[in-house]
């Protein structure tokens, strides 16, 4: 009787992360493919979903079942390296309208898919950022 109980629990407690996960995914966001580097050839992209914050950018990915976001990245450390379409064995997930960004922030390195669309989103969160010269003084 109490492996049933045990096994229910478990069960409730895994429907309700699955829930949550979903229900964090659903509440929008945009479109976008990631990887960590260094990577091989054409692997090691995930599908997900990226959403802008004051501070940070996260990254929900699809098939994850993490509560929380996969990967974080902060938007004063965001460094934009290169640009280019998809290539090789890309394609089989990737359209032409696809633009990969590689991004530095700070030690970690990332390949970031885009559709134009969220490019122009992107960058134009990236580059109104705050200098890091202005920061508020506090008055006494």
Request: proline content about 3%.
């Amino acid at each position: 009787m109490i492996v049933l109980i045990i096994l229910v629990v478990l069960l409730a407690a895994s429907v309700a992360s699955l829930l949550y996960r979903a229900t964090k995914l659903r509440g929008g966001g945009t479109a976008a493919i990631l990887r960590a580097m260094p990577n091989g050839d054409g692997s090691g992209w995930r599908h997900g979903i990226v959403r802008y914050g004051d501070n940070s950018l996260v990254f929900y990915k699809l098939s994850s079942l993490r509560p929380g976001p996969n990967t974080r990245l902060t938007r004063q450390g965001i460094e934009v390296v290169s640009r280019r379409g998809a290539e090789g064995g890309e394609h089989d997930i990737m359209t032409e309208d696809i633009v990969v960004l590689e991004i530095v922030d700070e030690e970690s390195r990332y390949e970031i898919a885009l559709d134009r669309g969220a490019l122009t989103a992107f960058l134009s969160w990236v580059e109104s950022r705050p200098s890091g010269r202005s920061q508020r003084r506090r008055t006494i």
